[in-house]
């Protein structure tokens, strides 16, 4: 297809699209003459990836430039491609970070439950993962405002997030190409957070409403 | 116990408790002569409270007042007391909350959802509650970026947030006295939050290595 038709079917008007371009977030299409190209299916999908980055996310283009990057980069095993993509995204808890002993505790806690729920590879990957330090930052600051942290509470929350992490990994690999699962693997990343926590703030209303009436 | 106690086991400063007080964040102690005041355990969970909501919630002083004035409004029933004061709790998609076709389009497809999973009571309060309003927005958003938008592929993650959901409010319960039951809910709404997410993103990190390696 031409830009034309790319900017009608994406719904992203041309001087956005040409933008991307210009950025590197979007690849140049297949030139078929001095002043046409040629885009495909691959240049609509990106280009929602990239609005969801820049528009959900609100990743700095230079960020969003580095997970496409990490998405691209096919020399990768499946886990690190999508890991490099994935840690590049704003981690929430990532400015509070300080090392105190709270955080020393919540570091053995957070290594103690790893063990009781055999999650042997995300406690190998730990230091490495800016995700294990998000927990363990959350666990601290939890304990610093002297709230008890309690594993046995804990526990069955990981397991229910290890269910949902089941459906995440089962729905990527329901798209064909390494391409297709990658990218869906950050859009979903991006988009159903937002989701999962209405959805988990609303099953409160309902079970609220049920036990004690409205 | 005297402030200085308080001040010592909450590990809040003089000052910042007195800002508190001044504030209308924290009741006042009881006077037991013209220069002192005695405070107790309610004091203490109180200022718990109250940095959670400052400085993880990130709440301005107003809003705090406000959801602290429905936690101690005993003239509600539990679930509009609870409902009350965990509304006033920022919902991330309210900034990009506007009406147009994918968001009529995004309502029917959350009370097709609701409908599906019988949650009746989500369902009847409805346009009311900003989380029901803050889901729409993240089904929206996901549908003018040009993604699908899937019930049958949703319904078992909101049946996981509701086996979630039960165990939030089973916890609530196992604190004896209303006021505690209220105030937990509403810390860990806050805090429980970011410890949710990335126990997620851990058990995703953790399932993708185990299917394909690191």
Redesign the interface.
């Known amino acids: 297809m031409r830009l034309a038709e790319l900017s009608e079917r ?2 992203v008007s041309l001087a956005t699209i040409k933008y991307y371009l210009r950025q590197g977030l979007l690849a140049p299409g297949i030139r078929i003459s001095a002043t046409t190209a040629e885009y495909d299916e691959s240049h ?1 999908r990106r280009l ?1 990836l990239v ?2 980055l820049l ?2 996310g609100r990743l700095p283009v230079a960020t969003a430039r580095k997970v496409l990057g990490h998405v691209d980069d096919d020399s990768l ?4 491609r ?2 490099a993509a ?1 840690w590049e995204l704003p ?3 990532e400015a509070e970070a300080e090392q105190d002993e709270s955080t020393a505790a919540a570091q053995v806690e957070v290594d103690r439950l ?1 063990g009781k729920l055999g ?1 042997d ?2 406690r ?2 730990g230091a490495l ?1 800016p ?2 330090r ?2 363990v ?3 601290a ?2 304990m ?4 008890q942290w309690d594993a046995e ?2 526990a ?3 397991e ?10 089962d ?1 990527v690999e329901t798209h064909p190409s390494e391409a297709e699962k990658v990218e869906t693997a950050v ?1 979903a ?1 991006i ?24």
Chains 1, 2 share one sequence.
Do not use: C, K, N
């Not at 610093?144 to 709230?147: D, H, N, P, T, W």
């Not at 229910?160 to 990994?169: E, G, K, N």
């Not at 988009?191 to 409205?214: C, K, M, N, T």
């Open positions: 994406s719904g609509l929602r609005r969801a528009q959900v095993g499946r886990t690190m999508l890991g994935l981690h929430e808890t790893l999650w590879s995300a190998e990957i993962s995700v294990h998000s927990l930052v959350a666990v600051t939890l610093r405002l002297g709230y509470l804990m069955p929350y990981a229910l997030m290890h269910q949902a992490a089941i459906r995440d990994l729905f859009a990343a988009l159903f957070r937002p989701v999962l926590d209405a959805l988990h703030r609303l099953a409160q209303e309902e079970e609220s409403a049920r036990r004690y009436g409205l």
